[in-house]
């Protein structure tokens, strides 16, 4: 992926049941989505779950985020021994959300994302973009029950404030493409429904499908500035939130499923690829064809949302490692002129929700 200029897998679900899951992910992700979720008038969540394969390790935060001897962003998302003080942090806000190479995700029972950080940024110094999700989350947070909430906004004001805690004397360059979904309600005075409010801005995707249906009710489309050149925050780029992200409200139903996916899954599978990899992977779980199971299995509840994640992750990474498979990033470079065929390596998110009732 560009720079725009001058402009190992891991899995698990986001739920207080799984003592099973890294120490840090079930203690302090889990905080702060309970803190959040506690607050909530919302009478949706997501059932969640996630799968993660880095093409490289995260890079680390450079200071003044994180105390030595922390060694990356992922560490305090894995280890317990070290004191809170080795954990990023920003303004006394520990750091939200899980990193994945260049990648970083959110996993919450009222929001999800996926942020691709510019690989390109690698050659300079501290070049990570991953705090414009955790801002976000942050904003989410604090309007965790506005009527009318303006993910747009939530992102221009996390933007604006990742430039400000990454400025000088800082100098931590860096952009990203975002993509989140945030679980609201409509009363329409007779019911209250769930709706999904989707900003994106370059070329991360959220889909919703319909599994009772069989089909994807809903997709984000990329933006581009050329080919390998997505719409992307940070340094030296052009692209603003309030200006180029595109903001969608989605209608669900209950028992939808909401997909959130960085260019590693979506540069080498198509839709209809992803709607029948989730479709066959429903199945199996329902029919109790694999054994990782808690409680409940229908419509993927009791783990579905792991196992959904983890088989959209291995066959988009058998797809990248394919030097003869058509990839939808083989066309686009195609189409672009350029003699590129198979699949494409590169850090690989998934990030599923099942919309369903919160309990009572």
Known sequence: MSILVPHSIVAGKFSPANAHLPRLFSLLQHAWNLTASSLSKCPFVFDTGYALCPKRPSRPFPPPFVSPPSSSFSDPLTTHHRSQDARPSVNGELVRGLTNGDDAVLVSQHFLGVNDGVGAWATKPHG?????????ALEVERNV?????DPVEFLQRAYEQTVLATSS?????????????????????????????VTNIGDCQILVLRPKEGKVVFKTQGQWHWF???????TNSVDKPRNDAALSVVELQEDDIVVALSDGVTDNLWEQDVLDVILRSLCKWETGKVEDSVGDRTAGRGGGMVYIAQQLLQTA????QDPSAQTPYMEKAIGAGLAISGGKMD??????GLCEKKAT
Do not use: R
């Open 128 to 136: 990570h973009a991953a705090l414009i999700l955790h801002f976000w």
């Open 169 to 197: 004397p800082n100098e931590w360059l860096g952009t990203t493409t975002s993509a989140t979904a945030l679980l609201h309600y409509h009363n329409d005075g007779c019911s209250v429904k769930p709706l999904l409010y």
């Open 317 to 320: 990474k058998t797809i990248a």
């Open 228 to 234: 390998d050149c997505p719409m992307q925050l940070g």
């Open 145 to 149: 029950n506005s009527i009318d909430p």
């Open 347 to 352: 850090d690989i998110s998934v990030v599923v």
